[in-house]
Structures are given as C-alpha cells and as structure tokens.
C-alpha cells in the first residue's frame, strides 16, 4: 500500500483520479485542494468515507504547510493536478495562471525535494513527482483545410510553442519539473493530455456548457467558424493512464496521452445536439432540433487550430490504451449531466453562470 499525495484532488481530472484510486486499488489517498471556484468537494462525495482518503484545505503555494503535509503523511508518490486550466480565463485574468501554475509548481517542487531528501536511499528511488500538464503547451498543428496528405502529431520529442498565457504558464511548469530532475536528481514522471471530457466537469468548457443551455434552450456558442479541432480523452480513461504512468513508468520520461478522437468544435457541439434530441422530445423551445441554438461569435484571441496527440509510447511501453470512443464517451457524459443537474447548479451557484469570458484583449 502507498500513500498518494493529489494536488487539486477536487477539480475535474483530479476527482476523477482520486476516485480511481480509492474504487480501483488499495492506496491511501491525500487530497490538498486550496477548493477555488473550479473545486468541489460533491465531486468525490461517493468516496468521502473511505479511511483510505484524507482531505486537506491548502495551497501549493503554502511552502510551510507543504512541509508539514509532507512530514505527517510521508507520501511515496505526489501527483500534482493544481492547476488554473481555462484559456478564456487565463486571457481575462493572467496573473492567478502565473501564480499557481508557475510559483505553486516551483513551491511544491521545492518542498518534495526537501522531504524526498530525508527519506532512505530504498524510499528514494520509489519515490515519484507526477506532473500532469497539457498538450496545448505545444502549440498548434496543421489543419486538413492547410495541409494535403498526412497529418502531423505532438509527440513527447514535439518543440514547445505555447499561445495562451494558460499553455505558457503549464509550459513554465513543465520545464521547472525537468530541471529539478536534470539538476537535483529528483524523480519526477510528466505527462501531456489531450482535451478531457466527462462527469463532474466544471460548466465553463465546450462540452458541458453545451449541454447546459441546451437543456434551458439558451444559445450553443461557437467560436469563430467552429473549425479548431481537438483529440478528445475521457476523463475515466485518463485517471487510468495517470495511475499507470505514476506507478510504472520511467524516472524522467514525458508520456503523451490523448484519446484518438480528433473531432472539431462544430462536429462536438453538433453530435450532443443529436444525442439530445433522440433522448428529449419535448424541446424547451419552439425548434425542432437543438442543433437550431447553435450560435457562431466572435474567436477567442491566439485561438489554437489543431491538437491531436500520438500516444503510441504509452501504449507500447506501458500498455495503455483508451477504453472510450467519443460516441460513448459523449453519451455517458451527457447521461450523467442529466442525471445530476443538481451538482451543476450548486458548482455555479455565486461563481460562474456560463457568460462568455476572454474577450479582454
């Protein structure tokens, strides 16, 4: 049995490992979320009594409370999701991105190398620093409308070019976790995913907005002309392969871990409006078909074109492979939304009620 530090242990691909790990294996778990608006702690309310599961109010950016963390529970593993992760909010407001994603990410590295220091030579080498990041730190690709032939992937080997503050910030993040594994020894695993889907999704993203204002019949907004495409991972799946990459992959290696679900924006939002119409007759509106709210606006500024991640080095050297296509994914997903409207109101309720955000420019 280990003891698993999570970071952000109540956001969405946070809870999601967490309930992974206290479902799927016999770990003892400890949670350290600092609960913003994006944390909840319903999101892992059918584990909550588990004597495996710790939760802790914090900050990575609490060196002092770190230590005392570190000190108490002696984790063998840290796997580190806090994070400020919506583009749209990191163009409105850069700074919380700065602060988090760079200064958490130094201040944890930091306090794990103090501890990880004053373990037995045994401990050290089992000890791993797990930093989850994205795939939009490296940039964009080329688009079937820009490019004939084979299209290209991001592989671990692929150069960062970061366009958001978001995507810089993470990348800041990634190269800290490198160095302190280049310069100081420490363990450390990363890991780049694609975009995540799924239950327990905080109502600020593509795919459960969407399905949110359809059920009131609001506008389906779509920026820009609905082309930019992503490889869409479902969130269960991706709690699997962070697990895996924790517990058995290699000390320094990057694993890229994506979906193989290349999709645009515009066929996302279109394939949940036809899932909803086949489950609701009766529309909340005079339309026939939810695929009428669709709504283009105006792009979000330095709006990445493509993402599609290559994923063949984990599968080959750790065997994981995604257990979700999207068309079952997306059905799951929108089955849970309905299922659980309550949990998308109480998230929302005073913090956010699905405006548009990143249009500061």
């Known amino acids: 049995m280990k003891t698993i530090v999570v970071t952000g242990g109540a956001g969405f691909i946070g809870s999601a490992v967490i309930r992974f790990l206290i479902n799927e294996t016999p770990h003892k778990v400890i949670n350290l979320d600092k609960l913003t608006y994006a944390g909840n702690l319903q999101s892992l309310k059918s584990i909550d009594s588990s004597d495996r ?66 373990l037995s030579d045994t401990k050290k080498q089992a000890f791993r620093f797990h930093h989850i990041s994205t795939d939009e730190v490296y940039g964009d690709l080329p688009h079937p409308d820009e490019q004939d032939g084979t299209l290209p992937l991001f592989t671990e080997q692929t150069a960062y070019a970061p366009s958001s503050p978001y995507s810089a910030s993470k990348a800041s993040s990634d190269h800290l976790v490198r160095a302190w594994q280049r310069t100081y020894g420490l363990p450390v695993v990363i890991t780049n995913c694609s975009n995540n889907y799924g239950p327990f999704h905080f109502p600020e993203k593509l795919i459960p907005l969407v399905i949110l204002n359809a059920l009131e019949g609001k506008a389906l907004p779509i920026y820009g002309d609905g082309s930019q495409i992503r490889d869409w991972l479902y969130v269960e799946d991706h709690a699997r392969a962070l697990f895996t990459v924790a517990t058995a992959g290699e000390v320094g290696h990057t694993y890229n871990i994506g979906g193989h679900n290349e999709k645009s924006n515009l066929e996302v939002v279109s394939t949940i409006c036809a899932e909803l119409d086949k489950l609701i007759e009766k529309k909340p509106g005079n339309f026939a078909s939810f695929k009428e709210l669709i709504t283009f606006v105006k792009d979000r500024p330095g709006h ?58």
Not at 95 to 108: A, E
Not at 328 to 356: F, H, P
């Open 304 to 361: 990445d074109r493509r993402y599609a991640i290559d994923a063949s080095k984990i599968d080959n050297q750790l065997n994981w492979q995604p257990q979700e296509t999207f068309e079952s994914g997306i059905s799951k997903t929108i089955m849970w939304y309905l299922e659980n409207l309550d949990w998308c109101k109480q998230v929302q309720a005073g913090t956010y009620q699905r405006e548009r955000l990143g249009e500061n420019t």
């Open 53 to 118: 599961y710790t939760f802790l109010k914090g900050d990575i950016c609490d060196r002092v409370h770190l230590n005392s963390i570190f000190k108490t529970y002696q984790p063998d593993i840290i796997m580190h999701l806090a994070a400020e992760s919506h583009v749209d909010r990191s163009i409105d407001g850069p700074g919380d991105f700065i602060q988090t994603n760079i200064v958490g990410t130094y201040t944890l590295l930091e306090a794990a190398r103090e501890y990880w220091g004053t």
